[in-house]
């Protein structure tokens, strides 16, 4: 198993140390092999705690300094000045303070990294469906302005999640959303099997935008359709495995 780390950046996000890390270089092995960093998964502690320690080295930090939360597909924030002394439920997280390094955790829901060079303050949170459409995105930005970020100077990044071609849903998932805007039926379109694909990163990118952010972008990468360099939880239920790695992504001042 290499070691050498396989982390995504994004240019809008330059100036700032972040990282979208695939599975790769990792010290899992079975279905986690890779750089599995889910204490929720049934995979070694050990393992997992080595992985955690690879990417807080890459990111420049020690492991205490990583940022984490017990994430519940939420709209809830938290704000963070220090290391957490114990778990918090949120979904995303947000500071002002130089050196931690924030994280979340996904395997087909989108991580979405925040910066406002500017005043200082970055963000970071987990968006599947239910918390995009809760909010969870708008909740961030408004955590970023209450540290002093303004929309207009911050970029978000969505990083690898699911995207449409592999996203099947069932009529009553498309309900949810058309029950709050019927617009949103342009996030969705017919699949092989007659049901609707739905398009993650193109809503998030809408709420992002309809938000007020100065930029927002997608980095591209499917989950789902690439193996070898992501968990996914929805390809690890069709292929009938018992449980599944978690990628990480994080960010710092």
């Not at 390809?235 to 790695?245: K, L, M, V």
């Amino acid at each position: 198993m290499p070691t050498t780390l396989d982390i995504l950046t994004s240019r809008a996000l330059s100036g700032v140390k972040h990282g979208f890390f695939t599975r790769r270089g990792g010290a899992s092995s079975g279905v986690f092999h890779g750089l599995n960093c889910g204490h929720g998964s049934s995979d070694l502690t050990e393992a997992v705690n080595l992985n955690r320690a690879r990417v807080a080295s890459a990111m420049g930090v020690s492991p205490a300094e990583m940022v984490g939360v017990n994430q519940v597909h939420s709209a809830d924030v938290a704000v963070v000045e220090a290391p957490l002394d114990a778990p918090v439920t949120a979904d995303a997280i947000v500071t002002a303070t130089p050196g931690l390094l924030l994280t979340v955790l996904t395997a087909d829901c989108e991580p979405v990294l925040f910066a406002d060079r500017t005043a200082g303050v970055v963000g970071v949170a987990h968006a599947g469906w239910r918390g995009a459409l809760g909010g969870v995105l708008e909740a961030t930005l408004d955590a970023m302005e209450g540290l002093g970020a303004q929309r207009a100077d911050t970029v978000a990044v969505i990083g690898p999640c699911i995207s449409q071609r592999a996203y099947e849903v069932g009529f009553d998932f498309m309900d949810n959303f058309l029950a709050e805007d019927p617009e949103y039926d342009r996030f969705f379109a017919g699949g092989p099997n007659g049901k609707p694909m739905f398009d993650l990163p193109s809503f998030g990118l809408h709420r992002l935008r309809t938000a007020g952010v100065g930029a927002a972008e997608w980095t591209g990468h499917c989950t789902y359709s690439d193996p070898d360099r992501f968990y996914s939880y929805r390809r690890a239920t069709h292929a009938g495995e018992a449980d599944y790695g978690r990628l990480i992504s994080a960010i710092r001042l």
